[in-house]
C-alpha cells in the first residue's frame, strides 16, 4: 500500500512561489511515474505535471513555463516549484503515480491559497 505525504503548501500574493514536497513510501518508487495533480472547489481534480522514471516532464498548459516538477529517487520525493502564481491555481494539492492506480489511494494533499 503506497502511502503520499504532501506538504509546502499555504498561502501566497499573486506572482509569489511556492514549493510543494510529497513523500512517498510503500512500493519501488524510482521505477514510477509520477504527478501532481489539484482541486479547487467545484472542480474535478486535474493532472499539473507528471514525470517518468527517467526524469522527462508533461505539463498541462495552465501551468507550463510557471512550474516545475522533479523528483529525487534515493529520498523517494517529490517536488512541486510553482512561480507567477495565479489566483486560479488555489486548489488542494495531491501527489500521486502515473497513470493512478484501480483504486487509486490518495494522501491529505496541502492546501494553496493565492490571493491578496
Known amino acids: 500500500q503506497v502511502q503520499l505525504v504532501e506538504s509546502g503548501g499555504g498561502l501566497v500574493q499573486p506572482g509569489g512561489s511556492l514549493r510543494l514536497s510529497c513523500a512517498a513510501s510503500g512500493r519501488i518508487f524510482s521505477i514510477y511515474a509520477m504527478g501532481w495533480y489539484r482541486q479547487a472547489p467545484g472542480k474535478q481534480r486535474e493532472l499539473v505535471a507528471r514525470?517518468?522514471?527517467?526524469?522527462?516532464?508533461v505539463y498541462a498548459d495552465s501551468v507550463k513555463g510557471r512550474f516545475t516538477i522533479s523528483r529525487d529517487n534515493a529520498k523517494n520525493m517529490v517536488y512541486l516549484q510553482m512561480n507567477s502564481l495565479k489566483p486560479e491555481d488555489t486548489a488542494v494539492y495531491y501527489c500521486?503515480?502515473?497513470?493512478?492506480?484501480?483504486?487509486?489511494?490518495w494522501g491529505q494533499g496541502t492546501q494553496v491559497t493565492v490571493s491578496s
Open positions: 514525470i517518468r522514471s527517467g526524469g522527462s516532464t
Open positions: 500521486n503515480s502515473f497513470p493512478l492506480s484501480a483504486p487509486p489511494s
